[in-house]
């Protein structure tokens, strides 16, 4: 049925077909400018937004003298709290929208910086620069903006992983699900999917101070990617140069991760590369010795991490191919 928004009580396309155009848009916009450095500087970002209002619900609600069951209860209000904090705000902007493409054409724009389209190509890119020139010291500097390990104790080989990794899990946190969210429910969607990726890297860590606070902002994070991340699995081995290798080391792999749903795009890319991810892996706090994803393949290098920048690209392209087939239908 169609639907209506607004005071003008113009008709707009099926919600589907809307939402759709409303996320090309959105995609567009965001390949184009990502989201710019003097923006940045005079208004923050929507996700700085967002942590700081976790940060200070941490503060507040997060005391370390409270039973375990108690903090937990309280990490649950701080993921009710921040999700409504963002989605409620979203859903009221939606329902003033006008009718018609107008409308759609603002919604796009509300969800633009929602996505990391621009912000994640540029940081892996970033990466294979100076590593493809020899300049390892400069290579882990740029790795260390887009990964938690200690970059001192990474070589070549280990600073080419963490890039791949990073890049097809944020396919997934960055790109194709907030899209996901977004095509289902409009700007609520992306909001609250935003609000809820941001809790789990801010709290949805297993340490002394948020195994319990953070437990609800992990299990809701597992649960909304759990979709979004077998799409971008799928996205990235039809766009790798091996999608029967990729398709085939997803199903081998994907579950043997130790996140639900990382496993999944990091096997696609792994496969379809025909290199070897995960694996050990050095943090502040010591080695994770993690299983391997395609263990019998070679460790990746500099030119490996365009050619995964290359099957992130097509599989972007694609997909923004599919919400123009929909948007247009």
């Not at 937004?49 to 209000?77: H, K, T, Y």
């Amino acid at each position: 049925r169609p639907c209506h928004f607004g005071s003008a009580g113009a008709k707009l396309p099926d919600r589907p077909v809307m939402f759709a155009g409303a996320m090309l848009v959105a995609m567009a916009v965001d390949a184009a400018l990502g989201w710019p450095d003097r923006l940045f500087t005079r208004i923050g970002h929507p996700v700085t937004w967002i942590g700081a209002l976790i940060a200070a619900l941490d503060r507040q609600w997060n005391r370390e003298e409270d039973r375990p069951a108690r903090r937990r209860a309280a990490g649950v209000l701080c993921v009710l709290a921040t999700v409504g904090a963002a989605a409620l705000p979203a859903l009221a902007l939606q329902a003033l929208m006008p009718g018609g493409w107008v409308g759609l054409m603002l919604i796009g724009l509300l969800a633009w910086p929602l996505l990391a389209l621009r912000s994640l190509d540029e940081h892996v890119a970033a990466v294979a620069r100076p590593l493809a020139r020899g300049d390892l010291p400069a290579a882990r500097i740029a790795v260390a903006r887009i990964v938690g390990r200690d970059p001192a104790r990474l070589d070549e080989a280990g600073v080419s992983r963490a890039a791949l990794e990073s890049l097809a899990e944020n396919a997934s946190d960055g790109v194709v699900a907030p899209l996901f969210w977004g095509l289902l429910l409009g700007l609520p969607g992306i909001a609250a999917y935003k609000a809820i990726n941001t809790l789990d890297s801010m709290i949805g860590h297993r340490t002394p101070r948020h195994e319990a606070f953070g437990w609800a902002a992990a299990r809701l994070d597992d649960a909304v990617n759990l979709i979004p991340a077998r799409v971008t699995a799928l996205i990235l081995a039809l766009a790798s140069p091996r999608p029967s290798a990729a398709l085939a080391t997803v199903r081998r792999d994907a579950r043997r991760h130790r996140s639900p749903n990382a496993g999944w795009p990091e096997a696609a890319m792994a496969g379809g590369l025909g290199i070897r991810l995960s694996g050990p892996r050095v943090y502040a706090g010591g080695i994770h010795d993690e299983p391997w994803v395609n263990a019998q393949a070679p460790d990746p290098g500099a030119c490996d991490i365009n050619r995964g920048l290359g099957v992130w690209r097509r599989g972007m392209l694609a997909l923004a191919g599919v919400l123009g087939v929909m948007a247009l239908a």
